[in-house]
Each structure stands twice: as C-alpha cells, then as structure tokens.
C-alpha cells in the first residue's frame, strides 16, 4: 500500500470515509489531521477499498511517526488487524486511540497484539453545549460577571460586531492570528505546540474555501479582536478547532466563548475542544468550564 502526502485540496475526496464516524477525538476529524500539516508535521493517507488509513510522518523526530486508526464507513478493524497492517507497514504504534475503542475490544484482546499507554497531555475535553452556550448556575458566576463586564465597556456602548468568516475577510483574520501570536510570544519555540497551533490555525483560514468548517469573528471598534472555527466531529457532537481572542481586553474570551458556543454549534448536544496538551494554562483553562466527560486518548504500541 503506497501512502501520499495529502493536503486541504483532498478534502472533498477524502471527506466520505468520515461519514458516520463515531471517534469522539478531535484527531478524527479531516479537519484536523489536513490543518496540523506544517515543516514538523506531514500527513500521508492510503486508501483500501472503503478505508482510509493515515499516517503521520515527523520529519525531525522519527521516534513519533505513528498510524491512527483506519476511518472507513460502518467498518473498524480490530486489534490483529490493526497489528498486521502496522507490522507490513512498517509502522510500531497508533496513537490516538479513543478510551472506546479499548472497551469495546477489551483490554485484554488489545493486549494481545500491543502494549497500551495513555497518550498524556491529548485526551479531549468535551463539554454539553448548553452549558457553554448559557453559563447557568453559580459555578459559572465567574464568566458571566467578566461578560457584564465586557457588555458594559464594549458591546452595550455599540462597540462589538459578530460576524462569519469568509474567504472574503480570511487574510484579514491571519493578520490577527499574527497579532495574536505576538502577544503570546507563541513562535519563541517553531516546535512547541503553540507555534504548531498557530500554523494549523492559518492552514485552516488560508484554504476555509476547501474544508468544511464554519468560524465567527469579534470585531471591537472595527478590529478583529478574537476569532473561533468549528466542525462535524460526530453526530451528536461538534469541535471547536480554534478559538482566540486578545487577552489585554478584559472579559472579552469569556463573552466570545459563548458566543462560538450559540452560533457554531446550534444542532449539537456537545462541544468538543480539544486537549490541553500538558500546558497548565490550557489545563486550568479548561477545567473552568466543567467538562461533561474527558475522552481519553491512548498509544497501541506494537508488541
């Protein structure tokens, strides 16, 4: 089986091997595997039939190429299958394998044929959409008393406009995006995941006429001022790729975070947002919003 490199502009041909995918990792999402591509990072697919199988090649850290498991409609493979295709490729371990996949199989079987390890720092934090979307009760005192605070100073004075993003304003919202960065100083490190972010972050706005997804923006006094992009993950659940926002103004990720949750998510019962990736920001961050469930990730390492 030969793998290919592929990019954004497979999107359409490749995106109905995730009809009816029921992964609830974010890393299933097509999305998500075509934006992360950058210097580090490549994706390469094969297709068998009504599979496709994807493999993520490092090209400065051989150590972490790995396969994820096999996306095809209505199919999955179990874990001897898994073991063959990985040992004629070549390949020592699947990363990113749902907490599911585990149960469904059995630890056992599993162990059969790999060594299982938690894939620390990418288990995904998934929340109910209502909750984000309307912030009842006093566990969520904090965020709402930060959005009356941005009402008062920005959106009641007029000063806020929530819009689509298009591939009409896309450029306008990587020059953000750059902003953004600098003020997180998020490229000290092209290796550390959020310089690696920030690159998949303008993959996605840079070819938003090729993927499915759907993002808003915040303007305040005509400036984009925070921006978030969301898809399809599974029925029944959404993912929130991207969501940033300038942190000097006050209030502001608060009101934008609910805002993403009502207007990107409105036929979904939950909203999936990714792994904090062992960043104790991200994990505080996180946290604040009371998951409904973490969804675990695991490494299959071939015995």
Known sequence: ?????ITPADYHDLVRFFDGQKYRLCTYSLTSILAWSNQM???????????????????????RNH??????????????????????????????VPESYIQYYGRERVEEHFEIADHEGFSDYVYRKEDLAELEGSKYSKKRNLIHQFDRSYFNRGRV?????????????VDFLEKWCEEQNCEADMEDDFAC?????????????????RGILARIDGEISAIGIGSHLTDGMGVLHFEKAFSNIKGLYQFFDREC???LFESYQYINKEN????????????????????KAYRLILR
């Open 197 to 213: 972010e920030k690159q998949a972050a303008k993959n996605t706005l840079e070819n938003i006429g090729m993927l499915h997804v």
């Open 41 to 63: 990072y490549q994706p390469y697919g094969a297709i068998d039939g009504q599979t496709l199988f994807i493999f993520i090649k490092f090209t400065r850290h051989e150590e």
């Open 261 to 263: 949750a009502r207007r």
């Open 276 to 295: 904090d990736m062992n960043i104790p920001g991200l994990i505080h961050s996180k946290k604040s919003y009371f998951p409904a469930m973490i969804v």
């Open 161 to 173: 406009a929530i819009g689509p993003i298009t591939v009409e304003n896309a450029q306008e919202c």
């Open 67 to 96: 396969l994820i498991l096999p996306v095809s409609p209505g199919k999955e493979f179990a874990p001897e299958e898994l073991n063959y295709f990985a040992a004629r490729q070549g390949i020592d371990k699947y990363c990113f």
């Open 1 to 5: 089986m030969k793998f290919k490199n």
